[in-house]
């Protein structure tokens, strides 16, 4: 029983030298839209591509073990979906990534009305994407992001 506080010590000491190592200056990633397009499929699913930029502004890399987004374009809620095929982004880099997914049928009905009322050449759009890292020091990351996406 005398050697219980000598243990709890370095315990309590080896915990403390762990948080430290811990980068302090550690940002968020961030995500970005980069395109939306249709995806050419036989089905009647409308599906999009939607392409991400992936920021990592961080000297050591993120190994991303999952995204998770969702995508809302003139505030209402259009796209939401999942990868677990994405690559490892190095420190100070970006990568984009290309994901596929199928669109609520009901808001996407909801969207083309709107659209057909509007004299706009943008429409405003929210991404919130969810970051899954396979490191225990840096835990899933939320992003979210806003923009304009030009009608041509």
């Not at 050449?121 to 919130?128: G, W």
């Amino acid at each position: 029983m005398k050697f219980l506080p000598l243990l709890f010590a370095m315990i309590l000491t080896l915990s403390l030298g762990g948080c430290a190592s811990m980068p302090s200056n550690y940002e968020q990633a961030k995500v970005d839209v980069v395109g939306i397009s249709k995806s050419a499929t036989d089905t009647a699913v409308l599906q999009f591509t939607i392409q991400l930029r992936i920021v990592n502004p961080n000297p050591e890399p993120i190994e991303l073990k999952g995204l998770y987004y969702e995508l809302s374009i003139d505030g209402i809620h259009v796209v939401n979906g999942t990868s677990n095929q994405i690559p490892s982004i190095e420190g100070y880099s970006d990568t984009v990534v290309s994901v596929s997914s199928a669109a609520n049928l009901v808001n996407s009905v909801r969207l083309a009305a709107r659209l057909m009322e509007s004299t706009s050449t943008e429409l405003p759009y929210q991404l919130r994407a969810k970051l899954g890292t396979t490191s225990k020091w840096m835990p899933a990351t939320t992003v979210a992001e806003s923009g304009v996406l030009p009608l041509y």
